[in-house]
């Protein structure tokens, strides 16, 4: 029996073949993003009280309601809207599961989706197994803002849907209002579907605001925002997540979310639920990540490498053209195996491959291993060969 892959194109994720290979070489993993610290005990405590209280068993498909109200007001509060708990807001195992059961519940075989590259990893595959057809649009060179233009050129009477992503991963782009009324001047009364992945919606920089897609009256009616709490409280490892859409494209996300996972982590929904009861437990994450920012842009300055610091996110961009012609995957691959200091080459976040000589750090680590990263990057002229 010959079987068909209906992803005959995709490989391993370069998020594990570089983690695996900093383990295997010793390096300083600051390849995929995951925090190199432990989240806050009180946390760890509330999950501990709950699963020894015996809240073990399935919880509601969509969620549980505490949980679903916290996060509304949490939405209100940072938003400045107030999503209906019960009928808009979904919990789900990840963002991963929110952006899948998002692209399912709207694109159909033949549809073509607006995916702005470089794009994270799990939207094609998302697309393609629904049968869809995804249209890359290219972000600006240099900052990765949005080019409105070309996505206006992309858009076709088969267009379905736009995956968007702010703040970005890679680059940390963080969307302005301007960018957030284009988008709405685009798809207002196109029957065009958002598709908002906004894990890293509690870290941005340098007093800049995310502004949820949800919180634009007109794009509200026709968006899914996609959220992930193992981003926002350093706990990627519990795949816990949410999305908030209106009423009726809720009651098609949650038809399918009903039969990818029925339901998600019982006992974590319930801690998340307590602990969320205090804002400035989300509220105080952009200072704590704005200084790991700094540190690291310091540090990065007194290297060869090229950047401008990120805006958001956990991850900085670096340029090393002005160096070297090594294609990026090589680089990256030498730079784990002989600095020690593993990074993701950013071809592989473009649908042709396209290699403009960046690489990506995650700065979501302790201050020590970030030093001692940055020291062994002065190092770089080494490995250029
Ligand atoms: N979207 C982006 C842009 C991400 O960086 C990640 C994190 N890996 C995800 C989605 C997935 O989030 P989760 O781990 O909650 O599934
Ligand atoms: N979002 C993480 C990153 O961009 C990786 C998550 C994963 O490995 N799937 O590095």
Redesign the pocket.
Known sequence: MTLISKLPHIET?I??IM?KMATDEGAINL????PGFGSDPILLEMVAKYTQAGYNQYSPMSGIPALRNILAKKTQLTQGYFPNPDQEVTIVSGA?EAIFCAVTSVVRSGDEVIVLEPA???YEPAITLNGGVPVYVPLNQGDFSVDWERVKTAITSKTRAIMVNSPH??SGYVWSVEDVNQLAELVENTGIYVISDEVYEHITFDNRQHISIGSHPILRDQTFVCGSFGKTFHV?GWKIGYCIAPEVLSGEFRKVHQYVTFSTVTPIQYALAEYLEEPERYLSIPDFYQKKRDLFAEGLAQTELEFVPSTGSF?QLVSYGHLSQLPDRVLAERMTKELKVAC?PISVFYSDRRDDKIIRF?FAKEERELMEALNRLKGLKSIIY
């Open positions: 994720t998020f594990t983690s390849s995929q993003g995951f991963t994270y990893d799990s991963n890679p990627t991850f993701i995650c």
